[in-house]
């Protein structure tokens, strides 16, 4: 065993780019669940510090305020939505799409954690403007997103009105929000099952609404 142990190599020391980039991931790992836990009022720059094991003065030296903290992490979470959004583009054919909607539906709402983060940073929004004015700008590229991939969908299914279909992509995303943070509240109630059922009813509903 020791012999083991002597031919191990030795850990690597971080740079102080490294170093830097690490207790910045910290601290923002910590600020999310916080943030999930207490609300972004609720949740101090000291308490944030502590819980990623670091002092305020560390805080301070990576970031300027709670507020730009809280910006990071909206850009960071629009991020992985935009992924989600993005793989869902390859799928083709009507199962397919509904299986990728349930596995998207499944991103969103099986970490409670996330669900109340989510509704954190749009609270957050609401109240400050600042925030508000780099929350619009995230949420106009999660929004085309889902119109690219929305008009996809429906022109591979033989609906050529790729305006009227676009216009939908906001009841996607509230649809999407609305049944994570029911399921966090019901969740013998709301099913993953009925994440494919709306995705399926939305799907089949918009090319009769488009007509009218």
């Known amino acids: 065993m020791a012999d083991e142990l002597r031919r191990r190599?030795?850990?690597r020391r971080l740079t102080r780019a490294e170093q830097k980039e690490q207790t910045r991931e910290?601290?923002?790992?910590?600020?999310?669940?916080?943030?999930?836990?207490k609300g972004y009022e609720?949740?101090?720059?000291?308490?944030?510090?502590?819980?990623a094991g670091y002092s305020r003065g560390a805080f301070y030296s990576n970031f300027q305020s709670k507020q730009q903290i809280m910006?990071?992490?909206?850009?960071?979470?629009?991020?992985s939505d935009l992924e989600g959004?993005?793989?869902?583009?390859?799928?083709?054919?009507?199962?397919?799409?509904?299986?990728?909607?349930?596995?998207?539906?499944?991103?969103?709402?099986?970490?409670?954690?996330?669900?109340?983060?989510?509704?954190e940073f749009q609270l957050a929004a609401v109240r400050h403007p600042e925030l508000r004015d780099q929350y619009a700008e995230r949420y106009d590229k999660l929004r085309q997103g889902v119109r690219e991939m929305l008009v996809r969908t429906f022109r591979s299914a033989g609906h050529s009105?790729?305006?009227?279909?676009?216009?939908?992509?906001?009841?996607?995303?509230?649809?999407?929000?609305?049944?994570?943070?029911?399921k966090l509240i019901y969740p013998d109630t709301f099913s993953e099952d009925?994440?494919?059922?709306?995705?399926l009813a939305?799907?089949?509903?918009?090319?009769q609404t488009t007509k009218r």
């Not at 910290?26 to 836990?37: I, Q, W």
């Open 161 to 182: 009105d790729p305006e009227a279909t676009a216009r939908f992509a906001d009841v996607f995303i509230v649809i999407l929000s609305g049944l994570s943070l029911m």
């Open 9 to 11: 190599p030795p850990r």
């Open 71 to 79: 910006g990071a992490l909206i850009e960071s979470g629009f991020d």
């Open 42 to 51: 609720g949740a101090s720059i000291d308490e944030i510090a502590a819980d």
């Open 85 to 119: 959004i993005e793989r869902m583009k390859t799928l083709e054919g009507e199962e397919a799409l509904e299986q990728g909607f349930r596995e998207l539906a499944r991103h969103y709402s099986s970490d409670a954690q996330n669900t109340l983060w989510s509704l």
């Open 202 to 207: 939305l799907v089949r509903g918009i090319p």
């Open 194 to 199: 009925l994440f494919g059922d709306a995705f």
């Open 26 to 37: 910290r601290l923002l790992e910590s600020a999310h669940a916080l943030f999930a836990l």
